[in-house]
């Protein structure tokens, strides 16, 4: 592991030029703990634009204000995301959100670990 972070609702590390940021369990994101989770993403990047794979399985809710923050800002510095997420009914509202949305960079929602990892390899 190159780098490693965590607060209070998720951890993220770098490792093969990849960010990987996941969710603690249970975790609730409204829109300062939104604002928190992407600034302490980007000053852990150091100004280094990374592929980012997201694995959501951690959140139990999100508020809309949080969810539109993370949609603005969350892709900052990023070159590509791969949202990981289980649960068939999150994997279609992200899926939605993303079409309204319209992320500034590639971004794909699986349910597997392994491919969400495949999809970023091309942005490394």
Not at 97 to 124: G, H, M, R, W
Request: glycine letters at 2%.
């Amino acid at each position: 592991m190159e780098d490693y972070f965590e607060n209070e609702f998720a951890q993220f590390w770098i490792s093969g030029n990849i960010l990987f940021f996941e969710y603690k369990p249970d975790v609730v994101i409204n829109l300062v703990a939104a604002q928190r989770i992407v600034s302490d993403r980007i000053q852990m990047q150091k100004e280094k634009a990374y592929p980012v794979l997201c694995d959501v399985r951690g959140i139990a809710d999100s508020d809309k204000a949080a969810r539109d923050y993370l949609a603005q800002h969350g892709s900052v510095l990023t070159k590509a995301v791969s949202i990981v997420a289980h649960r068939r009914v999150s994997i279609v509202m992200i899926s939605f959100y993303l079409k309204i949305s319209k992320p500034q960079v590639p971004t794909k929602v699986f349910n597997d670990k392994a491919k969400a990892l495949e999809f970023l390899k091309a942005f490394v």
